[in-house]
């Protein structure tokens, strides 16, 4: 990837970014005026319109019908003929999904062996082997009918003295747990709230019901229960209603608090890391900063034999044929395969596309449609090979790179992610985001330097340095991955200190 553009103002020589060889597109770096040169080399052009920065100029005419290329891939074809210095955008580049002609591989690929030194961190190594970056008490609601009794318990600890080894008492309320047919959509939830329960963020945890719901608390207790001794179930009903419930509540976690006080953080190889990687207000920038830096940290994050989990499906039609080509086997392509043909029919049911992926803020950041989009969104996994796949909120267990099925939308993925075992998160923005999780420490990337200054509350590094020429993908992959070992070993995100904690499962079923 070749970036055109290394200093603040922009000039013939630095006003955009040329990202392949093969691209018949550039990248304004910065908002340009109709009539701005652009000079790439041999060739030059001027804009015939005014043209936003993160949008795409034509470096060459574009006949009606012909490919537009963007980081050497099809993104689209031009609905009508597009002049040289023209801006290409939604107005001109039609969407169609695309038919590929995928690359299998031959045979298995081995796992790389570990090096014999490994970087290290400071968490809490747990009974199964996994290791924690945090150590929480998690109250978390069996439905939507225990949800408020379950953030009151948790509020009932905000201004209680905790000891330094305990990080608090959290709530996880939400709308699901009734109403729902069994199958697939109980079965789904109950993936995800065990994943949650059994977490290695988790010391100790009450899963909370209001006691006639479909979502009965007993599933997650007795046989079923991988850790009796950390996780205890109540009703609302048999405890005697809602403040009854938070006295009860508050005598179990009483102990768990003395229990955890007494644990603390050991060093613990960078190997138990398992990272999950989301990006939401993706912008134009994301697929050029963000996103590839953050894909050469999970490069050395999977060499040093920890995971870096991919998530969001729809957010990978049109660099689905890469990951296919990395597959570790047959076996694992076919399983990413079999998860988008499922995500496809799922859309179908209510008459959407993968198309519909990009919101309206996505588009403003010049962003076209969901090939543009997955394509930079894809970089965030890095070159690896992709070891595993799994369905939404399923258990992570390969090291390197992994697959989840998931919705883009941010909440539910990473809720996702979080319930198949990611001890650590890192969000590239590219519009700007708040979202965080209440277990799961997320680390905010911004692509661009404008929206890192303007959301500086809610970001925790800049990419966009890169595009502004003080800064390459290298350095800012080694700024990730050293921020990520310290977060994991204690250090607040910013979505922490601003107490973001937004939890939201995925419900795919009918509401009965």
């Not at 939604?90 to 062996?113: C, G, I, K, Q």
């Not at 009734?178 to 199958?183: A, V």
């Not at 990006?279 to 040093?304: E, K, Q, V, Y």
């Not at 990419?463 to 977060?487: K, N, Y």
């Amino acid at each position: 990837m070749e970036l055109i553009g290394i200093q603040a103002a922009p000039g013939e020589e630095n006003a955009a970014i040329l990202l392949d060889e093969r691209d018949n597109v550039v990248i304004a770096r910065v908002n340009l005026p109709e009539g701005q040169r652009i000079r790439l080399g041999r060739e030059s052009v001027s804009l015939r319109e005014p043209v936003p920065g993160g949008h795409k100029v034509a470096l060459r005419p574009i006949a009606q019908g012909e490919a537009v290329l963007r980081y050497g891939e099809v993104i689209g074809h031009a609905s009508r003929p597009i002049a040289a210095g023209a801006h290409v955008h939604t107005h001109n580049l039609a969407y169609e999904e695309p038919s590929v002609d995928y690359e299998f591989p031959d045979a298995e690929r081995p796992l790389p062996p570990l090096p014999a030194e490994v970087p290290s961190f400071l968490g809490y190594l747990r009974e199964d082997g996994r290791a924690g970056t945090r150590n929480y008490i998690a109250v978390v609601a069996a439905s939507n009918c225990a949800a408020h009794t379950a953030q009151l318990i948790a509020a009932s600890y905000a201004d209680a003295p905790l000891p330094a080894n305990c990080d608090g008492v959290v709530a996880f309320p939400h709308g699901e747990g009734c109403g729902h047919s069994f199958g697939p959509d109980v079965d789904q939830l109950r993936r995800t709230l065990g994943g949650v329960l059994d977490h290695p963020n988790v010391g100790a945890a009450v899963i909370l019901g209001l006691g006639c719901e479909v979502n009965q608390v007993e599933h997650y207790l007795g046989g079923a229960n991988p850790a009796p001794d950390r996780l205890v179930g109540l009703t609302v009903q048999g405890s005697g209603g809602t403040r009854a419930t938070v006295e009860a509540a508050r005598r179990i976690i009483d102990e768990h608090i003395a229990r955890l006080g007494a644990q603390s953080r050991a060093p613990v190889p960078a190997s138990k890391l398992v990272l999950g990687l989301q990006c939401g207000g993706s912008d134009s920038f994301s697929g050029i900063t963000a996103n590839p830096a953050l894909g050469r940290c999970c490069d050395r994050l999977g060499a040093l034999g920890g995971s870096a989990v991919l998530a969001e499906t729809p957010e990978i039609i049109g660099a689905e044929h890469l990951l296919v080509r990395r597959a570790r086997s047959r076996e694992v392509a076919g399983n990413l395969l079999a998860i988008i043909e499922k995500y496809r029919i799922y859309l179908r049911q209510f008459g959407g596309s993968f198309d519909d992926n990009p919101s309206p803020g996505n588009k403003e950041g010049g962003l076209s449609n969901i090939l543009e989009k997955s394509l930079g969104a894809a970089a965030k996994g890095g070159s690896g090979t992709l070891n595993q796949v799994v369905d939404y909120a399923g258990r992570v267990e390969a090291p390197g790179l992994v697959f989840m099925n998931s919705p883009g939308y941010d909440p539910v993925s990473l809720a996702g992610l979080a319930a198949g075992g990611a001890n650590l998160m890192a969000f590239t923005t590219g519009r700007g985001s708040a979202n965080g999780f209440p277990t799961v420490p997320v680390v905010k990337i911004s692509s661009n330097s404008a929206t890192f200054h303007r959301m500086r509350d809610n970001m925790d590094l800049n990419a966009g340095r890169i595009a502004d020429g003080e800064a390459t993908v290298e350095s800012v992959a080694a700024e990730i991955f050293d921020l990520l070992l310290r977060v994991a070993s204690g250090e607040r995100t910013a979505s922490e200190r601003n107490g973001h904690r937004e939890f939201v499962p995925w419900r795919i079923g009918p509401v009965l």
